[in-house]
């Protein structure tokens, strides 16, 4: 009887995991600011409470959302920040969770915070549905990209499916190595695969491949520096 309470619990577990979770989220702010550095993408900063409906909403109805999912593992580095004594180092200096809750004046939760580098792009505070959140992801990153000067008003009446500017960012091995090691999404390659995915990040140290990668649509290619 025992035993079969716990196999119940570990598919339930599971099933959770796999029905609300999004498996490229990262609870570290200083790994998933470093990896947005090497990879030239956006940060999305969720600062999330267990007791918080709207996050659980959250967690339950848009982050399984496949168009949302695609979007941020091509475009972001996704991280959940919850209250609590974690620490971490951003920026050069540690933080508790309950310190980057205060350093961000975040008020409530949800509250989603973009960065850019070490530059912040908006906070949006509280929660948006699928449809509109998806919206959202993609106004910043095509403002990020292009330079987009319209409003999100303006842009969110527009029925545009933009994906991501295709980029190579040239790194060093020690930081590919880096990507390699948290970056569940990365990939590395010798050659370019059979089945490509455009929203996933290839690793290479070969330029040809890649420039092929680059042309068929991949968002991120790290083309790793021989030096």
Do not use: W
């Not at 599971?14 to 947005?36: C, K, M, N, Q, V």
């Not at 929203?199 to 030096?227: F, H, Q």
């Amino acid at each position: 009887m025992v035993k079969t309470i716990k196999l119940l619990l570990i598919v339930l577990s599971i099933f959770t995991t796999l029905s609300f979770g999004y498996e490229h989220t990262f609870t570290d702010l200083g790994i998933a600011h470093r990896l947005s550095m090497i990879e030239k993408k956006l940060l999305l900063i969720n600062f999330s409470s267990p007791s918080c409906y709207y996050c659980k909403l959250f967690e339950k109805e848009v982050l399984p959302n496949k168009d949302v999912q695609e979007i941020l593992r091509g475009n972001y580095i996704f991280v959940k920040i919850e209250p609590g004594s974690y620490k971490t180092t951003f920026l050069g200096k540690t933080y508790t969770n309950d310190q980057l809750f205060g350093g961000f004046a975040v008020r409530g939760t949800p509250t989603f915070v973009f960065l850019k580098d070490q530059g912040q792009v908006t906070q949006v505070p509280g929660f948006m549905p699928a449809p509109d959140f998806l919206k959202a992801l993609r106004f910043i990153v095509k403002v990020v990209d292009e330079n987009y000067k319209g409003s999100f008003e303006e842009y969110s009446k527009k029925n545009d499916d933009y994906k991501g500017k295709p980029t190579i960012v040239n790194v060093k091995k020690e930081d590919a190595d880096y990507v390699l090691k948290y970056d569940k999404n990365a990939q590395s390659v010798d050659a370019v695969p059979s089945k490509v995915d455009i929203n996933t990040l290839y690793v290479t140290t070969n330029s040809d491949v890649a420039k092929k990668l680059n042309g068929m649509g991949v968002i991120r290619v790290l083309l790793v520096s021989s030096k």
